[in-house]
């Protein structure tokens, strides 16, 4: 079973500061996930990858594959960023969907005015 | 992307009931899954839901206690049985569709408080 660990498990910044939180894994996956939970509990997917980087508006994301880490960039943060963000993984070979993700505990994000 | 609601959004129940939660996706899904999200830790996979066969559970999981129904493509149930304080929670619904079959999608989740 993949052991997803995640750094820090909380983070207070300012707003504007750069940010960075770090994903790793103990296993090769398919693909790793970037999920953000706001208060309610709900869960939004910003980022899946397999290689490489993704960015999207002021987030970014990369991997690497050989050294089993993740990295979420977050560029000109803001108070609407605070949410705890998790990385998940997919075991190899997911191809037909059938697996379920394996999941790190999560980063307490908190941006303060 | 796909469109997932969870009913209800949120309960009180009493040790020994149950609960049923439903999961509802705007359209046909390959795969869909129900996690658990116990007070301070990460979500785990309860077990997959497959249309028209038993449900895939996961280490620790077990049909008793979660019964899952997938009557077909767009719907599933996961009823929390026989509750007890250690079953407050939230449980997410989850699916995978489309040709990247890697991508998942979460449901907003139900909130489960059991007294």
């Known amino acids: 079973k993949n052991e997803v660990e995640q750094s820090p498990q909380n983070l207070t910044a300012q707003e504007g500061e750069f940010i960075t939180i770090n994903c790793s894994y103990s296993?090769?996956?398919?693909?790793l996930h970037w999920l953000q939970q706001h208060p309610g509990g709900g869960i939004v997917s910003l980022f899946m990858l397999s290689s490489g980087k993704k960015k999207h508006g002021r987030l970014i994301a990369t991997i690497n594959i050989q050294e089993k880490h993740s990295s979420l960039h977050i560029t000109a943060s803001h108070p609407r960023d605070s949410a705890v963000y998790i990385c998940?993984?997919?075991?190899?070979?997911?191809?037909?969907?059938?697996?379920?993700?394996?999941f790190g505990k999560g980063t307490h994000l908190i941006i303060q005015p | 992307s796909a469109v997932i609601s969870q009913k209800p959004s949120r309960d009180i129940c009493q040790r020994g009931t149950s609960l049923t939660i439903q999961c509802q996706v705007d359209?046909?899904?390959?795969?869909m899954f129900w996690y658990r999200q116990q007070p301070g830790q990460s979500l785990t996979l309860i077990a997959t839901?497959?249309?028209?066969?038993?449900?895939?559970?996961e280490s620790g999981f077990v049909i008793d206690k979660f019964p899952i129904s997938r009557p077909n493509l767009t719907f599933s149930t996961l009823t929390v049985s026989n509750l007890s304080p250690e079953d407050s929670s939230i449980y997410l619904c989850?699916?995978?569709?489309?040709?990247?079959?890697?991508?998942?999608?979460f449901g907003p989740g139900t909130r489960l408080t059991v007294l």
């Open positions: 989850s699916v995978t569709r489309g040709r990247r079959y890697n991508e998942q999608f």
């Open positions: 359209s046909q899904v390959t795969m």
């Open positions: 998940a993984v997919l075991p190899p070979n997911s191809g037909g969907g059938a697996d379920g993700l394996t």
């Open positions: 839901a497959n249309q028209g066969s038993e449900a895939t559970y």
């Open positions: 296993v090769g996956i398919s693909a």
